[in-house]
């Protein structure tokens, strides 16, 4: 089955400055790549997401790029905020096989 | 309001005693599923439901049992909870899987003593 990995563990920036997450997939077949914001005592929620026909996507703040070759996508989130501290989850899907695989979360701590 | 609600959002609970954590949606969506959630470990899922009478195994399904009876309920069963079933718990559901956002509920914390 799909088995993803996001590095690092845990980022700890500085307001202002950029985060980026990094995501490793084994699935060559997967073709969507959703990623999601944990806050602290709450539920994941979806901040954006990829399908493979496309490299990249931005939204405010937060863009996502594919590398299908490399078989890795990234999350970067620009001008960061305090409220962007939480944990993010990427995960990989093939469409289709009703399956979702999270990698395992990376903690982003914002410093003010 | 569209969501997806899990109870309760706490339970503790002995060793055997069976116990069932309800998951209901309103967005007559077909796919639900039960992901536990670990330091560490992030997201696994536990079972899934492609649609109504239809379940299927996730990765760590050993322990747990599930229903689908009507398309807004996905019902996660312990029947003989144990110490190592300790997680938070979320139920999801999405209009299809691998293509479309899953709402998830607000978690259930489960501690077995």
């Known amino acids: 089955g799909e088995n993803v990995e996001q590095h690092p563990s845990t980022l700890s920036v500085q307001e202002g400055d950029s985060a980026v997450i990094k995501c490793t997939y084994s699935d060559s077949a997967s073709n969507y790549f959703p990623w999601y914001k944990q806050e602290l005592g709450k539920r994941p929620q979806l901040i954006i997401d990829?399908?493979?026909?496309?490299g990249e996507k931005k939204d405010q703040r937060i863009a996502v790029t594919l590398n299908k070759t490399a078989k890795h996508f990234s999350l970067h989130i620009t001008e960061t905020q305090p409220e962007d501290s939480a944990v993010y989850f990427c995960a990989a899907a093939v469409y289709g096989n009703n399956r979702l695989a999270f990698g395992k979360g990376n903690q982003v701590v914002v410093i003010p | 309001e569209a969501q997806v609600t899990q109870n309760p959002r706490y339970l503790i609970t002995v060793t055997g005693k069976k116990l069932t954590v309800t998951c209901s949606q309103n967005?007559?969506?077909?796919?639900m599923s039960w992901y536990r959630q670990d330091p560490g470990l992030g997201l696994r899922q536990i079972y899934y439901s492609m649609n109504v009478e239809v379940t299927d195994k996730g990765d760590v399904p050993e322990g747990y049992k599930v229903s689908r009876k009507e398309k807004r309920n996905f019902p996660l069963i312990l029947e003989s909870p144990s110490p190592n079933q300790t997680s938070l718990y979320f139920c999801?559901?999405?209009?299809?899987?691998?293509?479309?956002?899953?709402?998830f509920g607000q978690g259930t914390r489960l501690t077995v003593v």
């Open positions: 990829i399908r493979s026909n496309v």
């Open positions: 999801a559901s999405s209009l299809s899987q691998g293509i479309t956002e899953a709402f």
């Open positions: 967005m007559n969506h077909e796919y």
